[in-house]
């Protein structure tokens, strides 16, 4: 059975990090590409961050670059994104999706076909 699993959420104050997991299972994460993706009630989810496969190629979105890192674990079939100097306006449910995608893209949702549950990220002082 396939699965993602994110966590690693949480409330922090402005100019904190947080460290998202997404940890995949029933399927080998190092042959997708990994994307981020969040949503806040009342927006469109919008892509925040991927990674390609085997560290091929990341793409960030122009609000978090600077702030946000991907990484991969394969010893731990995880991929983490790294977000510093978090802000209010990065609040929102965070997703990670894999996609047999030799370079990835937050662009097309729809080239992703495994998603995880989410997880809420809330900056507030």
């Known amino acids: 059975q396939v699965q993602l699993v994110v966590s690693g959420g949480g409330l922090v104050q402005p100019g904190r990090s947080l460290r998202l997991s997404c940890v995949g299972s029933?399927?080998?994460?190092?042959?997708?590409?990994i994307a981020w993706f969040r949503q806040v009630p009342g927006k469109e989810r919008e892509g925040v961050s991927c990674?390609?496969?085997?560290?091929?190629?990341?793409r960030y979105a122009a609000s978090v670059a600077g702030r946000f890192t991907n990484s991969r674990d394969s010893a731990k079939k995880a991929v983490y994104l790294q977000m510093n100097n978090l802000a209010p306006e990065d609040n929102g449910v965070y997703y990670c999706?894999?996609?047999?995608?030799?370079?990835?893209?937050?662009?097309?949702?729809?080239?992703?076909?495994?998603w995880g549950q989410g997880a809420q990220v809330t900056v507030s002082s």
């Open positions: 999706a894999a996609g047999p995608l030799p370079l990835c893209t937050v662009e097309v949702e729809g080239l992703y076909d495994y």
């Open positions: 029933g399927f080998i994460l190092d042959y997708y590409a």
């Open positions: 990674i390609g496969v085997k560290d091929g190629s990341e």
